[in-house]
């Protein structure tokens, strides 16, 4: 409710969501399988509550956005046109994903 606060639009398809998959899933007996569906519903309230952001727009082209203590801030790299990309595609960097993979 945090996440989506004043709006009735994503609020209603959140809460459609969860009875959905309650109802979907009210039969399971498995205690490991509970577990794991409650480790999976604890993990995307953190995803929506640290990443996801309310933004409306208050003016043509001006947005306003709703960030809360939860949210995780990043650093803001400006784009640059101009960039030339230092992946390994081009013999720069490797990918961090491949890095993980290692």
Known sequence: MRVFEGDERALTAARLKINEEYHKNKHVKDEEAIKAMVKFGEDVERELRTQVIQAREVKPGVFEAKITKDT???NNIPYNDNAIPTDGISGGQTC??????K
């Open 96 to 101: 961090c994903q491949d890095v993980a993979k």
């Open 72 to 74: 995780i801030k990043l």
